[in-house]
């Protein structure tokens, strides 16, 4: 309950304060920053509540977003680092990012097993997708500013999260975080930096896909002591902490390379 009011809690404040405001970017026509705040609070207030209704509610969720993403930005490219923007059929978009955003809601949901983890990782992604937001062409600012308004939401979440911890982002808040990161993404048409970004959520997903596969093809012989792979880190008899902050040291990396990958796809670095 605690998380679910966090997430809802912060992105209604949000909302309130910015409907009024027309702060238009040149992608696509005109986008208010509060029809991309919209679009951000309803992805996030749907998942957040997906875990009480049938997982089958968050995936319709995840096509109408994705659709509404494409129609809102009118997107019919997306970017593909050293090669640059390539055409896609507005309908292969809105299926590929309905798969990113579920995808990257589960993710998160995942990583989300120790005091810390979960949270200080998706502060490493959305601080990448800010810097995204600034250096990308044409510039996208209020993209930016929602990313640091999710930053300092869960580094004030942190403060009370690390180990040990007094509150929990549980299911509601690791589904709504993930998914918002995905259309964030998906906004900056630099999906495919994020799963470099998000490199521990998708270890982490990878892991558990993979000690599920290895299991029923061997007969019951697990891959890993205990899957999402940070549980197999504490079998192993690694310190909550050291994981927690391990993990921590792999997320930064991943950002920075992602950044960076990013801007020499758009021939910054030459």
Known sequence: ????????????????????????????????????????????????????????????????????????????????PFVGKVGIDPTIFVIFAAFAIIAASNGVNITDGLDGLAGGTLVFAYVAFLLVSLLNAPQQPNLAFLCALIVGALLGFLWFNVHPAQIFMGDSGSLSLGATLAVIALITGQILVLPLIGLIFVIETASVVLQVGYFKATGGRRLLRMSPIHHHFELAGWDEEKITLRFWIVGILAGLLGVTLFLASIQKLV
């Open 1 to 80: 309950m605690t998380s679910r009011r966090l997430a809802e809690g912060f992105f209604l404040a949000t909302l309130f304060c910015v409907t009024f405001e027309k702060v238009h970017w040149n992608v696509g026509g005109s986008i208010a920053l509060a029809d991309l705040l919209t679009i951000a609070f309803l992805v996030t207030f749907a998942f957040s509540l997906s875990t009480r209704v049938p997982r089958t509610a968050a995936i319709v969720v995840a096509f109408f977003a994705a659709f509404q993403i494409q129609r809102t930005y009118a997107i019919d490219q997306i970017a593909v």
